[in-house]
């Protein structure tokens, strides 16, 4: 056999070996579509107007490395979520706790194998297709089974991975979360206050005269309903809008709002609201103060980087 002959052999062998091995040479990478996309919710069981709280994951479970960019975090604007009752799924235009904007693009990297990355947030509010529509309306709005899915984009958006559906169920409030809810949903109809996502909006800093009138009706509202299961939201953000005010005495009244919040059995804004009480303490000069508050949340969420030095 001709050294050109033994060349070409090799090279044979090289592509049939590459080929068993699930690897070809024209199928190196896998595409964006590959990617696997799910979600899960943290409980089933909401009374409306509650946000849900749940967990989006990424992973690559084929044999051959993906090529991704890795933006799942839903404040990068890749993740898009959609909710439905009874009805065609309804896109989520604005929600929760993360901005609508698209950050800084991420680099497409190689995904081995096996790779795997989650992050946590939650689906609250919805706008209108314009941010400036009013009213939203919160997408658990009533009670009923509601069906909730998410979508991951590719860096120019020419390629989505649509995830697995999760359903939840929505009880009709009674008592003092009846009475409660009615409120709620009658600041939202009527826009009696220019903000619509009335439980978790929070004010830094400054309070405008628009902020001030939304204050006043969490007041209001945690006067009439504090027993209520929404009360440990308007706490939350209540808390946040007095914490971070110069007067000492809004100052008080924000801690002791926060640290109520924290007491609620698997609040999943607890290590939020621990965020806020070390880090606005700490910055008022009142370190034993913001160090309490950090061993707190160490007994209560030991995994919290926050329970960390």
Request: charged share 30%.
């Amino acid at each position: 056999m001709t050294r050109r002959g033994v060349f070409q052999l090799i090279l044979m062998v090289i592509i049939i070996v590459d080929l068993i091995s699930g690897n070809g040479l024209s199928q190196k990478t896998g595409d964006f579509n590959d990617l696997s996309i799910s979600i899960n919710v943290t409980r089933r069981d909401f009374l409306p107007c509650e946000p849900v709280t749940f967990s989006i994951t990424m992973a690559n479970k084929t044999s051959r490395p993906i090529q991704a960019h890795t933006m799942i975090n839903p404040a990068y604007g890749f993740v898009e979520f959609y909710f439905a009752k009874d009805t065609e799924f309804e896109k989520a235009n604005a929600s929760g706790r993360w901005p609508s904007m698209t950050a800084m693009l991420g680099k497409d990297v190689l995904l081995e194998p096996g790779f795997r990355r989650s992050a946590k947030s939650d689906l609250f509010y919805s706008h209108g297709k314009n941010l400036g529509e009013e009213p939203g309306k919160y997408v658990l709005s009533a009670p009923g089974t509601y069906r909730i899915k998410s979508i991951f984009k590719s860096q120019r958006g020419e390629k989505k991975v649509e995830s697995n559906i999760v359903t939840v169920n929505v009880k009709e409030p009674t008592g003092v979360n009846l009475a409660a809810y009615e409120f709620i949903e009658r600041v939202r109809v009527d826009k009696e206050l220019y903000y619509g996502d009335f439980l978790l909006t929070y004010f830094i800093k400054n309070i405008t005269t628009k902020g001030q009138k939304e204050v006043d009706k969490k007041e209001e509202f945690l006067s009439l309903f504090s027993k209520s299961q929404y009360a440990r939201y308007m706490e939350y953000s209540l808390g946040i809008s007095y914490i971070t005010q110069q007067d000492d005495i809004l100052f008080r009244r924000g801690v002791k709002l926060l640290k109520k919040a924290t007491g609620y059995r698997n609040f999943f804004l607890a290590e939020d609201v621990s965020e806020w009480l070390i880090r606005e303490t700490r910055d008022r000069g009142e370190v034993d103060k913001a160090k309490e508050y950090q061993a707190e949340i160490a007994e209560k969420l030991p995994d919290s980087p926050l329970a960390r030095d």
